[in-house]
């Protein structure tokens, strides 16, 4: 199975993305007049931190990327020439644009500024456990993952057999996303727990599979195979996870899965899912699956369409 997006909720998460921008301003301090004890504000201060890290700085290039109004930061500019903090030299290949670099006064600034920085973060995280500090990392990653520059239209995955903890990554995922985009209630995290532990129970290696999809070392898909019986197979919890979608996992995985029930001889592969879950059926009728069978049913706290699609192998 797999999902689209969903809106309940949304202005109560707007509400919580606003209240954790209030505290983490006031908690590294970008609220007082002079960032890190220096006589810049926040955004004087990115400016002087692209112009120490970036190769050939130019004004263009900053205001771009930084999203900064070029008279605000002509201004910034002016002010730092002003302190003997930067110059300016023509580019050689065009006389027009200017190539800015910080003087060794600039340089020498930026060396403080840059010291107290790590002081102050390396306290905040001080105060956490290993454990902690290891959590909090790993959610910035994701923040910034997600409210970064879109992904490239393709990207590295792996596929590799299950391993310890991955069952009770599948589970949760499974409850929290169909939760999220559809509303469904908890029930379905139970019958996802009960076909995960089924299949631990009763693995047979030679005619059961499943596969987790990693992305940068992070799980972000999953297929299982089932015996149903000796010649049909049964395609079970595909999942990919809404920041990975649009990469081709899904297919893969089911790909990777018909490949597998042919070497093991069936003669068939079958699968359960919904009406509605356009994206997972998409990939099912890609593949050669067909509907075969509809029933309606009250599942999950949702009156829903059950749908069977078979494909011959």
């Known amino acids: 199975m797999d999902g689209g997006g969903g809106k309940n909720g949304f ?4 509400a919580a993305m606003r209240r954790f ?32 890290h970036r190769d050939r700085p130019t004004a263009t290039g900053i205001g771009r990327d930084l999203g900064l109004d070029p008279g605000y930061l002509s201004r910034i500019l002016r002010r730092f020439e002003g302190d003997d ?15 800015l670099s910080l003087t060794t006064k600039g340089r020498r600034a930026m060396g403080v500024f840059e010291t107290r920085s790590e002081k102050d973060i390396g306290m905040l995280l001080a105060g956490l456990g290993p454990a902690d500090q290891r959590r909090l990392v790993e959610a910035m990653q994701r923040i910034q993952d997600l409210l970064g520059p879109a992904p490239a239209t393709s990207a590295p995955f792996v596929l590799r057999p299950h391993r310890p903890g991955d069952m009770g990554w599948v589970i949760a995922r499974h409850g929290a996303l169909y939760a999220e985009e559809y509303g469904w209630t908890i029930e379905f995290e139970a019958l996802v727990a009960e076909i995960a532990a089924a299949f631990i129970r009763n693995f ?34 595909l999942l990919v996870e809404p920041k990975a979608r649009g990469f081709g996992i899904g297919a893969r995985l089911v790909d990777e899965a018909l490949r597998f029930a042919r070497g093991a001889g069936y003669r068939r592969m079958t699968l359960w899912t919904n009406k509605g879950l356009d994206a997972a059926r998409h990939i099912y009728e890609k593949a050669g699956f067909e509907l075969v069978a509809e029933e309606p049913h009250r599942s999950f706290g949702k009156n829903l369409v059950g749908q069977t699609f078979e494909l011959k192998l």
């Open 11 to 14: 202005g109560e998460r707007v």
């Open 21 to 52: 921008n209030r505290f983490y301003t006031q908690k590294i301090g970008v609220l007082e007049e002079g960032l890190l004890d220096s006589p810049f504000n926040l955004s004087e201060m990115r400016v002087l931190y692209e112009l120490a």
């Open 85 to 99: 903090l930067v110059v300016r030299v023509p580019a050689p290949e065009d006389r027009r644009q200017s190539l």
């Open 204 to 237: 047979d290696p030679t005619a059961e599979a499943c596969w987790i999809a990693e992305r940068d070392g992070e799980n972000v898909g999953s297929v299982f195979v089932v015996r149903q019986s000796k010649t049909v197979a049964k395609l079970r919890l």
